[in-house]
């Protein structure tokens, strides 16, 4: 396996880096405080080429490799987790289904609005009885000359309200579990589909998460993604890059995490030393870095299989499993670091911690992807 990254790879991850500072890192303290959506950040992203970057130049993306995506993920997330999962879910679960599942015309009227970031994608699958039971939904989706007809609830979804587009999955044939859900791309102006609910969260303030609804909302039958029973295939082949990118922002939480806590220890002193100088500290601090470095390793190769198109689902669930605890398990050590500082707002680790929570629950709970290895692992 080669460590290395390419010439173009390390000067995407320096640009995203350096955006990232420069104008994220202010904008936190107002997504924090008012759960602002980062609109205008997510705007500078699209001109800069961010919000398509492994999207092909032809259909208006930046033509990188997926692991140049996982570095800008990783990046972002070291600074705002909440623009991570925006830039993730977007690109992975939103994009990522037109381009590969679209006919021709989906992807020419889709593909170039969402890479350039002119529109914005989401994802929805979830609803209140059916989180892990993916296979379980409700929405119905009937056929009904040239449209369908869908009704149900969905819940959760990231970027609900602000999204131009949803790929939506309802159940076409109830007869056939989870071969009879079916994709559809569901434009926000669609006859009787509503944003509900915006969800209060623990973390990720400024990454806007609602219900939406569905009402006998028409979509044009055009619409439909893949054929009618392809849906649950559909939505589970993406979720596995999907799980990949949210690796690496769990990667970037802990990353960040663990810079806070390091730069503090040095500071900080207690019995006439820095606490750095403490053995008790220093090896937090090792097992820190160490476990980022394992996870961060974990991470690449999941996207480095993805980029030679080898099947990296089982590679995709570790590395989102282990770095996801790896991030809780960081910033946890990083507020315990900070002392009773860190338990307050005046520092960052007390977000960085709420913030890691999410990664080990969402695009499938840590217990949905001990399953998913298990079960290749069993039928290889
Ligand atoms: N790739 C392609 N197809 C796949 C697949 C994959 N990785 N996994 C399953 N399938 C297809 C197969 O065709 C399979 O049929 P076969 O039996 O013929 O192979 C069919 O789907 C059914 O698969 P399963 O029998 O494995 O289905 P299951 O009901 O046992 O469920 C599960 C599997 C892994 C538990 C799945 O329900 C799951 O992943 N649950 C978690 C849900 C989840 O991740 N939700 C994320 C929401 S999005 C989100 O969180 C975004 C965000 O905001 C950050």
């Known amino acids: 396996m080669n460590l290395h990254f390419t010439p173009e790879q390390e000067m995407l991850r320096k640009l ?10 202010p904008q936190v303290p107002r997504m924090e405080a008012e759960d602002a959506f980062p609109a205008a950040i997510l705007k500078k992203m699209g001109e ?23 570095l800008a993920i990783e990046e972002i997330s070291k600074v705002s987790p909440a623009v991570g999962v925006i830039l993730s879910v977007h690109t992975s ?59 149900g609830t969905k819940v959760f979804i990231t970027s609900g309200g602000h999204a131009d587009v949803y790929i939506t999955f309802a159940v076409t044939d109830p007869t056939k579990g989870a071969k009879g859900i079916t994709a559809f791309i569901v434009e926000k102006d669609t006859p009787g589909f509503v944003v509900g ?44 890059g999907g799980r990949i990118g949210i690796a690496a922002q769990a990667l970037g939480i802990a990353e960040g995490a663990f810079a806070h806590a390091l ?5 900080r002193k207690q019995f006439g030393k820095p606490i750095a100088e403490q053995q008790a ?33 089982k590679e995709a669930s570790m590395a989102k499993c282990f770095a996801s605890d790896t991030a809780m398990w960081v910033a946890t050590e990083a507020v315990q670091i900070f002392g009773g500082y860190g338990y307050t707002k005046e520092y960052p680790v007390e977000r960085y911690f709420r913030d890691a929570k999410i990664t080990q629950i969402y695009e499938g709970t840590n217990q949905i992807q001990r399953l998913v290895i298990a079960r290749r692992l069993l039928k290889a």
Request: aromatic fraction near 8%; charge should be neutral; include cysteine.
């Open 16 to 25: 995203v880096r350096e955006f990232a500072e420069k104008e994220i890192a």
């Open 48 to 70: 800069l080429g961010l919000m398509g970057i492994p999207i092909p130049e032809a259909w208006g993306g930046a033509g990188m490799d997926f692991t140049s995506y996982i």
């Open 93 to 151: 679960v939103a994009t990522y289904p037109i381009l590969t599942f679209g006919t021709a015309e989906q992807k020419k009227r889709y593909v170039p609005k969402l890479a350039t970031g002119e529109w914005l994608g989401a994802f929805a699958l979830t609803e209140p009885h059916a989180g892990s039971d993916a296979a379980s939904i409700r929405t119905t989706a009937v056929k009904k000359g040239d449209r369908y007809i869908l009704n």
């Open 197 to 240: 609910k915006k969800e209060k969260k623990m973390g990720l303030h400024g990454s806007s998460t609602t219900a939406l609804i569905f009402e006998d909302a028409e979509v044009p039958a055009e619409n439909r993604l893949g054929e009618e029973g392809e849906g649950f295939t559909i939505a589970m082949a993406n979720l596995d």
């Open 263 to 267: 730069a503090y220890a040095k500071e």
């Open 281 to 313: 500290i220093q090896f937090k601090l090792a097992d820190m870095a160490t476990r980022i470095e394992a996870a961060r390793l974990l991470v690449y190769r999941a996207a480095a299989l993805r980029d030679r198109g080898l099947p990296c689902g």
